[in-house]
Structure formats: C-alpha cells, structure tokens
C-alpha cells in the first residue's frame, strides 16, 4: 500500500520517536484509521507534536490527512463485488451488536438509569448521523413514558446547555467523541452541573472525558464511511438497553404510559 512504501522510504531519516510510529503504523495496519491521535500517543509513548512532524515528514499535512489516505486505499481494496455486499452488510451489522455488547458495564449501565430517574429534565444532544439517533432515542424514551427533547443543532444545544441545573441530565451522542459543536454545549451544561452521559466509540475521546458517565459503542468508522447505518445501530443498541432497563425499574409508570399510546394508536386507525 502507497502508505507502507512512503513509510519505509523515509524509514532511515525518522528520529528514534517517529521510527517508534512508523513501527506502530505498520503494525496495526489499517486499524489505525479508528484511532484518535491521543490513542496513538498513548500507545506509543510519544507526544502530539511527533505524530503530527512524523505524518509531515512522509508526505502528508497531520494525522487525519494520513487516516484519510490509508481508508481510500482499503476501500479500493475492499470494495466488495455484486455477489458479496449483501453478506457484508449483515456481517458489519452483527459486528456492530456483538462488539456493542461486550463493552456494557452494567456498573454504568445502572448508575446511568439511575440517573436518569432522577432527573428533572433530559436532553439528548448530537449532530448529523448522531442526530438521527438522537431523534430515535427521543422517540424511545417517549414510549416508555419518559419525555426527553432531542436537540440537533448546535446553537440551540448551546442555548439549552445555558438553562441546565444540577437537576438536568444531557445524553450526547458522537461516534468519534470529538464533535467540537457539541462539547462546546456540554462544557457549558457541566458548568451549570448538568450530568452528562456519552454514548461514543471513543473513551479517551474529549467528550468522553468531559463527560460523567461513558456508555461505549464498538463500531468503528473511518472517515470516508461516516454515518453508516452500522454504526448508527451501535448507538441505537444502547439506547434500547438504556431505556429497557428503564422501563424495567419503572414497570407501572410504563405499562400505563404504553396502554395509553396503544389508546391513541387505536384512536386514529380508521374501522
């Protein structure tokens, strides 16, 4: 791959940090296209400002222009043939539920409804892909009997993120946990001492960070495959764990909200 070649042209004229990324680099392969800056560095040992002077020196502008050419390559080398997308499709999508599942810390799966009984108010911000989630996961609290608002733009967050409290809980969604509009509008929710919850694929992700309880998703997403439907399930999975074990702990509230839509339902299907 062109990267590999770039890699090990220079590989002679690296300092002792930057061989110790390119030995990363080509290691991990291709994976390293999920993987945020700070996970790198973390890895390996090194600072910000060597990732970026590495990626400089084999040819590209920073980290994310490296990512970028390396997910090009594999998706000329992957793109799967008439016969196979559909086996592919359903392979990514029970990678998305499987892998999901496996990072549920049920500690945090419970303290997060606990939460989320509690609280006077609850928002869900993401922008988006994440913003249709968002919207889903407004509808899923709905059924339930738990009203929640769903807000997808940026400047409206900031503005609710301003009338938080103590009192207030903030669900956000973002597969890279990065979204700079969106922690923007939790860092002002966690200066009002809002209680944030992250749904993100990315732990050490600055929103991630910020936040006060993290849900993980597992699947991953490059740059040029953002908003895919796997990766939207991923967040939609916990989600329906999140409001099921709601519903489970507020059995009577639900039921009775649930017998109500069913009433509203029934009330609009034409005879």
């Avoid at 560095?41 to 970028?68: E, H, N, P, Y």
């Avoid at 769903?150 to 973002?174: G, H, K, P, W, Y």
């Avoid at 001492?193 to 993290?214: G, K, M, Y």
């Avoid at 953002?226 to 039921?255: C, H």
Wanted: aromatic content about 6%.
């Amino acid at each position: 791959m062109k990267y590999l070649n770039l890699i090990n042209s220079c590989y002679s004229d690296l300092t002792k940090s930057e061989k110790k990324i390119a030995d990363y680099i080509k290691e991990v392969g291709k994976e390293i296209i999920y993987q945020s800056i700070q996970e790198v560095t973390q890895t390996v040992k090194v600072g910000d400002a060597t990732v970026i002077r590495f990626c400089k020196k084999i040819g590209f502008d920073g980290f994310q222009d490296l990512k970028l050419q390396i997910a090009m390559e594999d998706l000329t080398e992957q793109n799967p043939s008439f016969d196979s997308y559909i086996d592919r499709i359903q392979s990514n999508f029970n990678q998305a539920i499987n892998n999901t599942i496996s990072l549920i810390d049920e500690k945090v799966l419970n303290r997060a409804i606990e939460v989320l009984e509690k609280a006077e108010r609850i928002f869900i911000f993401g922008v988006g892909a994440s913003g249709l989630a968002a919207q889903e996961a407004q509808a899923s609290f709905l059924r339930i009997g738990r009203t929640v608002k769903a807000v997808i733009d940026a400047r409206f967050q900031s503005m609710e993120a301003a009338t938080l409290t103590d009192n207030d809980v903030v669900i956000v969604l973002s597969l890279s946990g990065r979204t700079r509009d969106v922690y923007e509008s939790i860092s002002i929710a966690k200066n009002n001492n809002a209680i944030v919850i992250a749904i993100t694929n990315f732990i050490l992700s600055p929103i991630a960070q910020l936040s006060d309880l993290v849900l993980s998703t597992a699947m991953k997403e490059s740059l040029i495959d953002g908003g895919s439907l796997s990766a939207k399930i991923s967040q939609l999975l916990v989600i329906d764990i999140l409001t099921t074990g709601y519903a489970l702990k507020n059995k009577e509230q639900s039921n009775a909200f649930k017998q109500e839509i069913a009433k509203s339902i029934l009330n609009k299907i034409m005879e």
